[in-house]
Nanobody, 124 residues
Framework: QVQLVESGGGLVQAGGSRRLSCAAS????????MGWFRQAPGKEREFVAA????????YYADSVRGRFTISRDNAKNTVYLQMNSLNAEDTAVYYC?????????????????WGQGTQVTVSS
């Protein structure tokens, strides 16, 4: 079992930055690929970014590539999402997730554990 707790959400002005954190507890964090997803009202949950367990590979949705950066600190059992140049379309609840099986990290299905989410609201 892995418990995930996101933090860092809040209200930010368009063009601003925010860093989300996801703290993991339970089984060995370094055994899991980690992802960030988001869900806006009335929309399906969508992939944002992911990072492999060894941190050697990262993946981004086209909509955030170049603006968001995912990273992890296995010593601290934490994954981060640095978000820059935020715009209104980034407003959503952001979730972190962990998956054990080494497959496509961009799909919602296959992630074993999810956090409760943290709201990010970008005001224009």
């Amino acid at each position: 079992q892995v418990q995930l707790v996101e933090s860092g959400g809040g209200l930010v002005q368009a063009g601003g930055s925010r860093r989300l954190s996801c703290a993991a507890s339970g089984r060995a964090f370094s055994n899991y690929d980690m992802g960030w997803f988001r869900q806006a009202p009335g929309k399906e949950r969508e992939f944002v970014a992911a990072i492999r367990r060894n941190a050697f590979s990262t993946y981004y949705a086209d909509s955030v590539r170049g603006r968001f950066t995912i990273s992890r600190d296995n010593a601290k059992n934490t994954v981060y999402l640095q978000m820059n140049s935020l715009n209104a379309e980034d407003t959503a609840v952001y979730y972190c997730a962990a998956r054990f099986v080494r497959e496509d990290v961009t799909v919602v299905m296959g992630y074993d554990y999810w956090g409760q989410g943290t709201q990010v609201t970008v005001s224009s």
